[in-house]
């Protein structure tokens, strides 16, 4: 079962034998191949980006809230 809180430690990578292991938190450990690691890796990285930008327009519309209301 997946957990609902968002994990602020990385994930641990390596490889060998021509494999890239995935080792993260609450004991998740995955094997992938290359091509399927770099594909992972694109997606976290756009996944990462919208979640940023995501934080970044929830600040604004908070400020913009205080700014309203006079605070």
Do not use: I, W
């Not at 490889?15 to 770099?38: C, I, N, Q, R, Y």
């Amino acid at each position: 079962m997946m957990s609902n809180r968002p994990y602020d430690e990385a994930s641990n990578v390596t490889a060998e034998d021509g494999e890239v292991h995935v080792d993260g938190p609450d004991g998740v450990a995955v094997s992938l191949t290359p091509e399927a690691a770099v594909e992972t890796s694109d997606r976290l990285m756009a996944g990462a980006a919208k979640g940023a930008g995501q934080r970044v327009e929830a600040q604004r519309q908070g400020e913009q809230r205080r700014f309203e209301d006079g605070r």
